[in-house]
């Protein structure tokens, strides 16, 4: 019947092969409506299947009304269940992979990438289980928008210890990410016919996502500084979105009068600041810089992330929130993904409980401030005094600054072809400003020898081009 | 010196300590522009501290421009920074805490949670470890909007194996849950001047989610078959979201019929349908119901979640989506949240291919049938023969139908003062439309003992409203 074909290797049990069979037929209208399926007892012989499997199998369809079975009389097809359409083909693979073939890369400045062979993966690992099989049984239950208490209790002492930051742990909210944050910032403090103030150059995340929302943004530029703060609007601001401790990518620290302006402007014309502090934990020439939610609790929002101290794909981060704001954002959180998961709060809440997160920031800050020396001295000793290097002692990257040369859209593309991965500055501007000398070098994954090499590289390459 | 007192029994270092000193001595006036500062000498001498922690305190200042050092000459205090406030008082705790007192519940039938003492809690802290460890080190790092290729794959197995539904992992995608994926799918699809077509009743989530965005809904009908697809508007939709499997929250299973109509539909008049299969695993006369997917998987995105069968605060949950929509999709995910955690992806992997869920799942199913079995049995003695039970036997709750009840609002917020937590119907609808005669009963997380006796406090109360 019906040229079916069952598979007893199959994973698929015999019963649901059959069902699946069926309702291919009835579906490409070879089992037309009405017509009479043969009995199970019949069909159970002719496929040499037990007749429970055949039941079984009529059941289903009976369940789904594909057929309606009829105490004492043959099941019968259900009518309009023909789909006109072939068997699905087997469905040709995506042109959207993630397999994409890549260039090998000669050197790789890529930014806002730390060191993940250094990541304490055993420790984090007793962290997770340890934490687990601690977790009260409710709480791997719905735990509420604002993360895990205890998780929010640790980073509000480990904020006091580190930075000197006073903050209660009821204004803390845990998030996955500050990308997450910023989605979410960006919809509770949008107000129609206002703006959101952005720095220029910035981060392009922020820039996508506002124009995906269609919401208005102003760049401001920024100088050595970081943001100008005279040069904001006098029209209406929903926010103010800064990078003061190392502005991206420039590297500039805003300074103390910036700030005081800042928060006096926003309690004056009613608007909020978010401060994204995305690398200070990395300072290689004194104390990590305060943050500026420290003047103004009530108009900033602080956003703090683990990406770059612990790893990328850990999706945790942080807000400390003004309590104004505090019941929509569990609101919008609630309806955007409901929580964090649980297990990996309870690790990190070990973590820094353990005093891990301190001793893991110590060993990277050396590291890392290694690898920025490295850096320096190659760059001085292979492209020589024409160059400069810009920004704070800081972080995972630093911007290199050649006077005479255009590192405009064609360069980077030519350089990926030829096996370098670089950032211009000018892919962070949304207008051609004057930024088209300036190089973003990523430095925080890369060997010393790496360094080396890629610093060769690029110069090289940059010769070709009489820079 | 302007009464700076340090606490050497304090976290943060004396310089810190220093630091936050002078500057809110700073912003609060008591130190005013231009200023000298004590030399380091001095005012080490003063305060009992070493030259060094004052110097280290002086440099941050500077670092922010608190002050200017002068080689030679005192420090001074930068212009501009007078903040004309007091010192921010300690911040008084929010209304909005989570530490609401709660009344002390005699029945709980909230839905949807599954019984989580029964989660296999010590396998999946070592899947969890073994999984980490086992990961290569560049999957810390961002690993793409897709979610991690081992977990699509395992998942792909176990549809096929459990549903028969033969589906390349390419076109599975991970996401933090339900939630999270409608939130993401209504952006995707949604288009102007058209509706999204919602069951009704239905879970009020969507609803909120749409509202939020101003998107506009149509609610159709649903019977004791789910949604009546006779129904469906002429206007132009921008999706269908149905729960076929155990329509939300009545309890039917969409026939055969209604889903080829469906996808018929959805094809003629080009929208997508969004298939939300909540809680199919746990059916129990028979095999899962299998999902409309797979009559078009084109036409249909299916919304699969492991809250249910592993526990809510996972954040794991994975849709199947049609190649048209999966560069899009990946866009918005990035932008929203960029991924799941790795650590929880890759342990849940593990836990399927070990096929530690396939034997979770049928020991739950065994259990939850006996629960389930339990409260039918306690409705029909207590309650009497007035009473039946709607829906299909299967998930985490069903629905108790009372001819002459009217379960509207005080109801339930009466019976929430009474000590008994209850779901009506009428919750569920956006207009009264005479389901104020059926209450949910949640049942996955209750034992024997609550069962019965929560029906039996149900039960009392329900004579007091003589129903």
């Given at each position: 019947m019906l040229g079916i074909v069952l598979d007893r290797g199959s994973q698929i049990s015999l019963s649901r092969q059959l069902f699946i069979a069926v309702q291919q037929n009835i579906l490409n209208g070879t089992l037309k409506a009405n017509e009479p399926l043969p009995s199970t007892r019949s069909l159970a012989k002719d496929l040499g299947v037990s007749r429970n499997t055949v039941s079984e199998a009529y059941e289903m369809l009976a369940t789904e009304c594909y057929i309606a079975s009829n105490p004492g009389s043959s099941s019968r097809v259900c009518s309009g269940?023909?789909?006109?359409?072939?068997?699905?083909?087997k469905k040709a693979e995506a042109s959207y992979t993630e397999n994409v073939s890549k260039t090998v890369l000669r050197a790789d400045f890529k930014t806002g990438q730390p060191d993940l062979n250094f990541f304490p993966r055993t420790v984090w690992g007793q962290c997770l289980r340890e934490a687990l099989l601690a977790l009260?049984?409710?709480?791997?239950g719905y735990g509420g928008a604002k993360g895990f208490y205890l998780l929010r209790q640790e980073i509000a002492h480990w904020l006091l210890r580190s930075r000197g930051l006073e903050v209660s742990y009821h204004d803390i909210m845990i998030c996955s990410g500050t990308t997450q944050a910023l989605n979410l910032l960006t919809d509770l403090l949008h107000q129609p016919e206002h703006e959101f103030v952005l720095e220029h150059p910035s981060h392009q995340g922020l820039h996508t996502v506002l124009g995906d929302k269609g919401y208005p943004v102003r760049p401001i530029p920024v100088d050595t500084q970081g943001l100008d703060v005279h040069l904001l609007p006098q029209t209406q601001i929903s926010a103010v979105y800064i990078t003061p401790s190392h502005q991206f990518p420039l590297g500039g620290i805003l300074p103390a009068s910036r700030r005081s302006q800042l928060v006096r402007l926003a309690a004056e014309q009613d608007f909020y600041v978010i401060e994204d502090?995305?690398?200070?934990?990395?300072?290689?020439?004194?104390a990590p810089i305060s943050p500026v939610y420290a003047l103004a609790p009530d108009r900033v929002i602080y956003v703090g992330s683990f990406s770059k101290t612990l790893f990328p794909a850990l999706r945790i981060g942080f807000v400390i929130l003004p309590k104004a704001l505090q019941q929509r954002w569990c609101h919008y959180r609630t309806f955007m993904d409901v929580q964090n998961s649980i297990s990996e709060q309870a690790a990190l809440a070990l973590f820094l409980q353990k005093r891990k997160m301190d001793r893991h920031i110590r060993q990277m800050r050396n590291i890392y401030a290694e690898k920025r020396q490295h850096l320096l001295h190659a760059i001085h000793k292979i492209?020589?005094?024409?160059t400069t290097v810009l920004g704070d002692a800081s972080g995972l990257h630093l911007v290199l600054h050649l006077p005479d040369a255009d590192f405009s859209a064609p360069f980077a593309q030519q350089a990926l072809v030829a096996g370098i991965r670089i950032n211009p500055v000018i892919n962070y501007c949304t207008s051609p400003d004057g930024h088209q000398d300036k190089l973003l070098l990523g430095y925080g994954h890369l060997t010393h020898k790496q360094i080396e090499e890629g610093v060769q590289v690029l110069h090289q390459f940059c010769q070709r081009y009489r820079f």
């Open positions: 269940l023909n789909l006109n359409r072939v068997i699905q083909q009260p049984v409710d709480k791997l502090d995305y690398d200070s934990e990395f300072r290689y020439c004194g492209f020589g005094s024409q």
